[in-house]
């Protein structure tokens, strides 16, 4: 049997797949700290609700996903941050506090910076199910993606680019 045939599992990763598991799992775990972080500085509670909401049901199955996929292949997990506390909003001077929308448009960036990583992966996997994993990690980033945006239109905080309207040329004869 050759070395890419029968029990996904027991194939070996190749160096692109252990560094692109090892990077996502690193940066999921940074991204938890951070929005902990945020939530202690979001005032919207629906902001509040969809970032714990994100660690929960997103960031933290995707952890223990890539954790458990490098222990498997004897690779040294990344390093964790600490848990953030929990603090009062009023705590936080308001210089110093990020503002909701500014929240919005980091999470905003953080499902598009994902599926861009997602699908990076999936596209230089050889293992049919390291690939398949990060295909299911790219919906629900899609998934979440869509609710942000819808969040951002709802409240307000979408900052729209310029709009280029096509205009016609006066014809001059």
């Not at 714990?52 to 458990?68: A, C, F, K, L, Y």
């Not at 506390?85 to 500014?102: M, Q, S, V, Y």
């Amino acid at each position: 049997m050759g070395i890419l045939s029968g029990n996904q599992q027991k194939e070996p990763m190749h160096y692109g797949e252990i560094f692109g598991v090892w990077s996502f799992a690193l940066g999921s775990q940074a991204m938890v700290a951070g929005y902990q972080t945020f939530i202690n500085h979001a005032g919207d509670q629906d902001l509040k609700n969809f970032l714990q909401d994100t660690i929960q049901n997103v960031i933290r199955p995707e952890i223990e996903q890539t954790t458990e996929l490098l222990k498997q292949n004897g690779i040294a997990l990344p390093p964790a941050p600490p848990e953030r506390p929990t603090a009062n909003l009023e705590d936080i001077p308001p210089g110093a506090r990020f503002n909701d929308p500014e929240i919005a448009a980091a999470v905003s960036r953080d499902f598009a910076a994902g599926l861009v990583m997602c699908s990076q992966i999936m596209g230089q996997c050889t293992r049919e199910d390291i690939g398949a994993m990060f295909g299911a990690f790219h919906m629900r980033k899609a998934q979440y993606g869509d609710r942000i945006l819808r969040m951002n239109k709802e409240k307000g905080w979408l900052v729209l680019p310029p709009m280029h309207v096509k205009h016609q040329e006066p014809v001059h004869a």
